[in-house]
Every structure is written in structure tokens, then in C-alpha cells.
């Protein structure tokens, strides 16, 4: 089963969300309708990219890689083509 990762922009809280999920319509509206406790406070969350991957597995350590590189900095790499 494919699995996405994704990065969330939240104007209100000038802050990144990065996460991974099978179904990324139905999670995107959970965070935007105050589902998500944790990004309830960021409404509405802005999609700013998708990298679907094969597995969960692979997302999992997809999302640990990008967090600890920093998602500023991982879509800035990403832009420059490193």
C-alpha cells in the first residue's frame, strides 16, 4: 500500500507540519477541522508538498529524515537540487 509524506505550511503560526499517512485527503482535512489536537491551533493548513512512497516503512523514515534535517531547510535542499 502507498504511503505519503507530507509538508503543511500554517500561515497563522508561520510554521511547518510534516507527517505520513495512506489517505492524505482525509488527514489534511482532519487537521483542518480542528481533528488533529496538535495542529488545531494552526488552521487552515496549506498543502505544500506530497512524496509518496511504497510503504509505510519507507514514509516513516521519510518523515524522521526530513524532521531532523529541519523542513525549512529540507524543501530549501530540495529547491537548490541537493
Known sequence: MNHIVYILWS???Q???CGQTNDFSDRL????SGQSQ????GIPWIEIKTIEV???KEAIQL???IKKRGIGRYLNDQQQGR
Open 38 to 41: 496538535f495542529t488545531s491551533r
Open 11 to 13: 500561515e497563522s503560526l
Open 15 to 17: 510554521q511547518y507540519y
Open 54 to 56: 511504497s510503504d509505510r
Open 29 to 32: 482535512y482532519r487537521h483542518n
Open 63 to 65: 518523515e524522521k529524515k
